[in-house]
């Protein structure tokens, strides 16, 4: 295995998003966001990701996103997404650590290939309905064969099945990591094989995802678990649909988690949400919390 998937095993890579307010970044809110974050057990974070918003961003906003970050976490692994070669490069210049590369239909070898010139690559299984592509066996063996990739984040909402076969061609790269971006499954998940994770749910209450993961590692059972419980109960109040709200209900967490103000919380992109939404995603935080105490 490689030191970065050294580094990134057992970890929990919070896929951040960034607060708006109306159809402006609040700079001051990523800052003190990306404070708050480094106090937590984290092992980096994903920025540029989907639920970061890396492909609507202007370049200077990236830029700005990835400067806080780097700047917030300087000992500890940042991975920015990208969808292609500029933004691969511009990940460099900036002194991310990996790639999350978007899924692409072309030649998806070639372009794993290509951004791997960059920095290491970690590949992504997307579902389609946001943008993935649904690689096939073959081109999963031939994508995880390649050097420059250290292992894959399957992200496939709610397919169990796919998430299984996925999970059984990674049996046949025992030096590549099954990242897990699976949300609503996580602790199963997990007990499938993977050996950290890449969520936008990790964009709060972190300390929880990252205790889930430690406790498998540690086999506490019991204490997995428990904690299985608390984050599919969150995943129940954030990732529901319309799906493409749970960016803005994550900003709404991490405002309950204390990580934002709470006017910060805009997604330009996302669908307009109702308030008893908001409601429900803050009484779930004040109730992990409380079973935390």
Do not use: N
């Amino acid at each position: 295995m490689t030191a970065l998937a050294d580094r990134l095993e057992w970890g929990l890579l919070p896929a951040v998003p960034v607060p708006f307010r109306g159809p402006t970044m609040d700079r001051d809110a990523q800052r003190g966001y990306a404070r708050w974050m480094a106090s937590q057990a984290v092992a980096g974070v994903a920025v540029w990701s989907h639920t970061g918003r890396g492909p609507h961003l202007s370049a200077e906003d990236r830029r700005d996103v990835l400067e806080a970050w780097r700047e917030a976490m300087p000992g500890r692994i940042v991975v920015a997404g990208a969808r292609d070669i500029t933004m691969a490069i511009d990940a460099r210049r900036g002194h991310a650590d990996a790639l999350l590369a978007f899924p692409q239909r072309q030649d998806p070898v070639a372009y794993h290939r290509r951004l791997g010139r960059e920095l290491p690559v970690l590949a992504f299984y997307l579902y389609e309905a946001a943008g993935g592509v649904a690689y096939d066996d073959a081109t999963l063996h031939a994508i995880l064969d390649l050097p420059e990739v250290v292992g894959i984040k399957v992200a496939t909402l709610d397919s169990v099945m796919t998430y299984q076969r996925i999970a059984a061609v990674l049996r046949s790269h025992p030096d590549k990591l099954l990242v897990t971006g699976e949300d609503r499954f996580l602790g199963y998940s997990v007990m499938l094989g993977a050996r950290a994770a890449l969520i936008g749910m990790g964009a709060a209450l972190p300390d929880l995802q990252a205790e889930l993961l430690r406790s498998w590692a540690e086999r506490d059972f019991s204490r997995f678990v428990e904690l299985s419980e608390l984050c599919d109960r969150l995943a129940q109040v954030t990732f529901i649909d319309p799906m493409e709200g749970y960016i803005r209900r994550m900003l709404w967490a991490a405002a309950a988690d204390g990580a934002l103000p709470p006017e910060a919380c805009d997604d330009p992109w996302g669908p307009a949400l109702p308030e008893i939404e908001r409601a429900a995603v803050d009484a779930m935080v004040r109730s992990a919390r409380a079973a935390r105490a």
